[in-house]
C-alpha cells in the first residue's frame, strides 16, 4: 500500500512538473530589436580630485527575435572594428545615445567641447554564444557628466537606440527628462 501511494505521489509530480514546462512556448518577436519604458535614475559621484560627478544610469525594457544583442571582447572584426583616427564606425558601439539640454523652452544637443566625442557605448552580450533564440529583459547602461562648466539644474533627456549583431536597428526611444548638477 505504502509503495502505491509513493509511486502515485512520484506520477503526480513529474508528471505536473512535465505538464506545465511543456506548455511553455517560446515568444515571437520581430529580429529588429524593440525598447521600451525608460527609467532615469541620477546619483552623484565624489572623485579623489573632489569633483562631483552627475551618473545618469537608464534602464529599459527590450526584445529581440534571434537574442543577438551584444557585443564583447572578441567581437572587433569589421563591421565591429574600433574606429581609426579620423574615421568613424557607426557599428562599433551598440548602444546610440543622444543628449539634449533644455535651453529655455526648447531641446538643444549637448554638444561638448570636443566635437568628435559621442555618448555611444558597447553593452556586453546578453545571450549565450551561437544561440539564436528570442530575448527580452531589462537593459541597463549609465552616462557621466562632471559637474564642471555644466550650469546648475540642467535639465536633460536622451534619445536612444540599440544595434544587434545582424545590423538590425531598434526603435528610437526618448526618454523623459532628468537634472543634473542640482543646486
Do not use: H
Not at 158 to 172: A, K, P, T
Amino acid at each position: 500500500m505504502r509503495s502505491s501511494l509513493l509511486f502515485i505521489w512520484l506520477f503526480l509530480m513529474f508528471g505536473s512538473g512535465f505538464l506545465a514546462t511543456s506548455c511553455y512556448q517560446k515568444p515571437e518577436f520581430p529580429n529588429a530589436p524593440f525598447i521600451s519604458n525608460p527609467v532615469l535614475t541620477s546619483t552623484v559621484v565624489r572623485d579623489c580630485t573632489l569633483v562631483n560627478t552627475d551618473v545618469v544610469r537608464i534602464n529599459m525594457n527590450f526584445q529581440d527575435g534571434d537574442g543577438n544583442l551584444g557585443l564583447d571582447a572578441t567581437d572587433i572584426n569589421p563591421p565591429f572594428n574600433a574606429p581609426t583616427t579620423g574615421q568613424t564606425n557607426f557599428y562599433y558601439t551598440n548602444f546610440k545615445l543622444k543628449v539634449f539640454r533644455k535651453v529655455g523652452n526648447t531641446f538643444e544637443p549637448f554638444i561638448l567641447p570636443d566635437t568628435s566625442f559621442n555618448y555611444n557605448q558597447r553593452f556586453p552580450r546578453l545571450d549565450e554564444k551561437d544561440r539564436v533564440s528570442p530575448i527580452q529583459g531589462t537593459l541597463s547602461n549609465r552616462v557621466s557628466f562632471s559637474q564642471i562648466g555644466i550650469a546648475p539644474n540642467t535639465i536633460l533627456k536622451f534619445r536612444i537606440q540599440i544595434l544587434d549583431r545582424s545590423l538590425n536597428l531598434s526603435n528610437e526611444l526618448e526618454t523623459d527628462t532628468i537634472s543634473i548638477n542640482r543646486r
